[in-house]
C-alpha cells in the first residue's frame, strides 16, 4: 500500500501569511495527486487534481506542485476562510486510493 | 447542480448489518464512477470502495474485503453499500464520492455528499 505522510499536523498562521503544506508519498505517485480542504462538520472540498490544476472556482492563492513522491500546498495569502483542515491523497488507481492524515490549519 | 445525499446510517451492535444509499442527481449518473469514502472521529478519510460507471468493475480497501458489498442501481441514479460483519472500527461518517472525469482510470473526487454516520456498539 502507498503511504502519504502530511507534515506539518498542525500549522498556525495569521491572515495575510504565506503557508506551505508538504505531502510525501511511500513510493512513485507521479502527478496523481489531490488536495482536499475541509471544514468541521463538513465533507472535503476539492482544490487541486494532478498535483498543479486547481478545480473549478478555487481561487488563484492555492497553488500546487511536485510529482514522484514530494509534494506541496501553497496558500498565497491566508483569508480568514481557509482556516480549515488539508488532506492530500493520491489516486495512483480505483483499487488503491489513500489519503494523507492532514494538516489543521489554525489562526494565530 | 450535483447533489448526492446519503442515508441508511445509525447505530448497529457489533456483528450487525447496515445498507447506505447514496442519491445521485445533476450529472450523467451512469458515466462515473462512484466511491465510498468514510472518516473516523478525529481522522483523515479512508477510501472504502469504488465502482465504475457501468458497474462492471468494483475494488475495496483491504479492511472491508469480504464484509461490505457496493452495487449501483444506474435507472435510481443511486449508489449502495451494504455492509456486513460490522465492527467497532467501521464507526464513522461515510461519504459517497463521484469521480472528477468520466473513464478514468483512478481520479480526485471532486464532489461529496453531506455524509451519514454509522456508529457500531453494544
Known amino acids: 500500500d502507498i503511504r502519504m505522510t502530511q507534515s506539518p499536523s498542525t500549522l498556525s498562521a495569521s491572515v495575510g501569511d504565506r503557508v506551505t503544506i508538504t505531502c510525501r508519498a511511500s513510493q512513485s505517485i507521479s502527478n496523481l495527486l489531490a488536495w482536499y480542504q475541509q471544514k468541521p462538520g463538513k465533507a472535503p472540498k476539492l482544490l487541486i487534481y494532478k498535483a498543479s490544476n486547481l478545480d473549478s472556482g478555487v481561487p488563484s492563492r492555492f497553488s500546487g506542485s511536485g510529482s514522484g513522491t514530494e509534494f506541496t500546498l501553497t496558500i498565497s495569502s491566508l483569508q480568514p476562510d481557509d482556516f480549515a483542515s488539508y488532506y492530500c491523497q493520491q489516486y495512483i488507481s480505483h483499487s488503491e486510493c489513500t489519503f494523507g492524515q492532514g494538516t489543521k490549519l489554525e489562526i494565530k | 447542480e450535483v447533489q448526492l445525499l446519503e442515508s441508511g446510517g445509525g447505530l448497529v451492535q457489533p456483528g450487525g448489518s447496515l445498507r447506505l444509499s447514496c442519491a445521485a442527481s445533476?450529472?450523467?449518473?451512469?458515466?462515473?464512477?462512484m466511491s465510498w469514502v468514510r472518516q473516523a472521529p478525529g481522522k483523515g478519510p479512508e477510501w472504502v470502495s469504488s465502482?465504475?460507471?457501468?458497474?462492471?468493475?468494483?475494488n475495496y480497501a483491504d479492511s472491508v474485503k469480504g464484509r461490505f458489498t457496493i452495487s449501483r442501481d444506474n435507472s435510481k441514479n443511486t449508489l449502495y453499500l451494504q455492509m456486513n460483519s460490522l465492527r467497532a472500527d467501521d464507526t464513522a461518517v461515510y461519504f459517497c464520492?463521484?469521480?472528477?472525469?468520466?473513464?478514468?482510470?483512478?481520479?480526485?473526487?471532486?464532489?461529496w455528499g453531506q455524509g451519514t454516520l454509522v456508529t457500531v456498539s453494544s
Open positions: 464520492a463521484k469521480d472528477r472525469s468520466v473513464g478514468a482510470v483512478a481520479d480526485p473526487f471532486d464532489y
Open positions: 465502482m465504475s460507471g457501468g458497474g462492471g468493475t468494483t
Open positions: 445533476g450529472f450523467s449518473f451512469s458515466s462515473y464512477a
